[in-house]
């Protein structure tokens, strides 16, 4: 699992960035401190 943080280095993106893609494609706003791995699978695939 991952934090917005983690994910954001992963993908060499930054945090406002993904946040970004979470609103552009509605994905939930994930509460917990960690998102988990099929999260970071889809956002690494749209992250053109």
């Known amino acids: ?3 917005l ?3 954001a280095v992963v ?3 930054s945090t406002v960035y993904l ?3 979470q609103k552009r494609f ?3 706003a994930i509460k917990t401190v960690h998102h ?3 999260y970071l699978a889809f ?3 749209t992250n053109l």
């Open 11 to 13: 993908l060499n993106r």
């Open 5 to 7: 943080a983690e994910m």
């Open 1 to 3: 699992m991952q934090s």
């Open 36 to 38: 988990p791995v099929a």
């Open 43 to 45: 956002v690494h695939k």
């Open 26 to 28: 509605e994905l939930p």
């Open 19 to 21: 946040s970004g893609l």
